[in-house]
């Protein structure tokens, strides 16, 4: 039932929208805005338009609040935010912040493990690299 309200309120929401924008400006903004051919007479054409664009307002007032009683009868109630999971509640996790290179850790904050037992040097830090100095000219 709500499915076909919902259609027929559609079409009535396109119709009322058609019905205004057909409707001669009073104002004549711009320059627009009717001439003196057309569909009607001038008298004519806006009556008939005025009296459609009232029941078209009056048809879409009751479509909407029709809807709106189905909507309140069909019992899932409440707003789409009261159905979402909360989230855990629990201690809440440090960020992990990665140690500074050299300090002896690994990046979750414990210590690196020793050299092997198996006798091997672990490896030497390299030297920094030697930068060739360029002869300045004069």
Known sequence: MST???II???????????????????????????????MSGRGAGNALTRATAVAAALFFATSLALVVIASR?????????????????QPQAPVVPAPLGSGLDLTGKPKESAP??????????????????????
């Open 4 to 6: 076909i309200l919902l």
């Open 9 to 39: 309120h559609l079409m009535v929401a396109m119709a009322l929208v058609a019905l205004v924008l057909l409707q001669r400006s009073e104002g004549g903004a711009l320059g627009m805005g009717g001439g003196g051919g057309g569909l």
């Open 74 to 90: 069909s019992g899932s109630g409440g707003s789409i935010l009261d159905r979402v999971a909360p989230a855990p509640v629990g």
């Open 117 to 138: 037992a198996t006798g091997e040097k672990a490896p030497a830090t390299p030297a920094a690299p030697a930068v060739p100095s360029v002869p300045r000219a004069q």
